[in-house]
């Protein structure tokens, strides 16, 4: 799991970064991230019950926590992030979400060149 450092909690924090930011659109997934005053980066995912039942969501979830997971050393700091899944991201392969993760990142200018 992630650090609680790194993850967002509550629902004000959700309803926020839907409403003041940014949003970049894949096929798998949707990301939305807004700028904060705070030194670290947090992390949201949101899974919905179109996506499938608990089992299939809960899959998507582990693969989407991984797929961060590697890259968050890289993801830039004092931003928050939110992966909102799409109804495609059921069919999906981890190997076709972790791609899908790094160019959402990359065309949101949201990773550190290293």
Known sequence: ????????TNSHSFDVIYRKGAKTVGKYLVLYTLESNRPTK???FV?????GKSVVRNKVKRRLRESVRAVLPQ????????FVARTSASEATFV????CVNSLLSQADMVDKV
Do not use: T
Request: no cysteine; aromatic share 8%.
């Open 75 to 82: 993801m830039k700091k004092g931003i928050s992030y939110i």
């Open 47 to 51: 899974v919905g019950k179109k996506v």
């Open 42 to 44: 947090k992390v949201g």
């Open 96 to 99: 076709q979400l972790e791609n």
């Open 1 to 8: 799991m992630f650090e609680r450092a790194n993850r967002l």
